[in-house]
T-cell receptor
Framework: AAGVIQSPRHLIKEKRETATLKCYPI?????VYWYQQGPGQDPQFLIS???????DKGSIPDRFSAQQFSDYHSELNMSSLELGDSALYFC???????????????FGPGTRLTVL | AQTVTQSQPEMSVQEAETVTLSCTYD???????LFWYKQPPSRQMILVIR??????QNATENRFSVNFQKAAKSFSLKISDSQLGDTAMYFC??????????????FGKGTKLTVNP
């Protein structure tokens, strides 16, 4: 079965640079979530999109922005990178559907961002 | 706000034995799901099992089962016949939902499980 795809898998940036992370959800899934997992930490929710509209927002810095495109893929843009942004960034997708309601979130393999 | 507590930072078990990981949560929501995710050394987040709060029957998936005590807000994971491949960090997670969409996952701090040969 198709899974969530994230690219790149690894990314190394310098302080104050910009990074763009991409997420391709499972086919037919309409909702995308972004999580940040620091070293030795649990994943923390950043932001989510349902049908290309932002649906919820967590502890996402103002330096970060995200969007979901017409083909349902999503991009997380991170500017003015700081050392503390070094983390594993997960994208997850789920199918909420027209009737609404809960569904399991399936995670991609993550993008490991290192800021030097 | 919802909170999830995993009181066992680390556990170990011998291969083929049974181990139980604990999780408690706090919420005022009535509609929610509970999950256990596994994160092996590869750091992939893998769904282990899901429990709908409105269901009284405990969920099972092969060697994995849960003990869901709604009144006590407790959600433990039992792994039977432990295998070396079960070595991983296990996260308990909570998700509330509403008509029209799902909420974010709220994770516990995790329990690092080591299965010894």
């Amino acid at each position: 079965a198709a899974g969530v795809i994230q690219s790149p898998r690894h990314l190394i940036k310098e302080k104050r640079e910009t990074a763009t992370l991409k997420c391709y959800p499972i086919p037919r899934h309409d909702t995308v979530y972004w999580y940040q997992q620091g070293p030795g930490q649990d994943p923390q929710f950043l932001i989510s999109f349902y049908e290309k509209m932002q649906s919820d927002k967590g502890s996402i810095p103002d330096r970060f922005s995200a969007q979901q495109f017409s083909d349902y893929h999503s991009e997380l843009n991170m500017s003015s990178l700081e050392l503390g942004d070094s983390a594993l960034y997960f994208c997850a997708s789920s199918l909420v559907g027209l009737a609404g309601g809960p569904d399991t979130q399936y995670f991609g393999p993550g993008t490991r961002l290192t800021v030097l | 706000a919802q909170t999830v507590t995993q009181s066992q930072p680390e556990m170990s078990v011998q291969e083929a034995e049974t181990v139980t990981l604990s999780c408690t949560y706090d919420t005022s929501e009535s509609n929610y799901y509970l999950f256990w995710y596994k994160q092996p050394p590869s750091r992939q987040m893998i769904l282990v099992i899901r429990q709908e709060a409105y269901k009284q029957q405990n969920a099972t998936e092969n060697r994995f089962s849960v003990n869901f005590q709604k009144a006590a807000k407790s959600f433990s994971l039992k792994i039977s016949d432990s295998q070396l491949g079960d070595t991983a960090m296990y996260f308990c997670a909570f998700m509330s939902y509403y008509q029209g969409g799902s909420e974010k996952l709220v994770f516990g701090k995790g329990t690092k499980l080591t299965v010894n040969p």
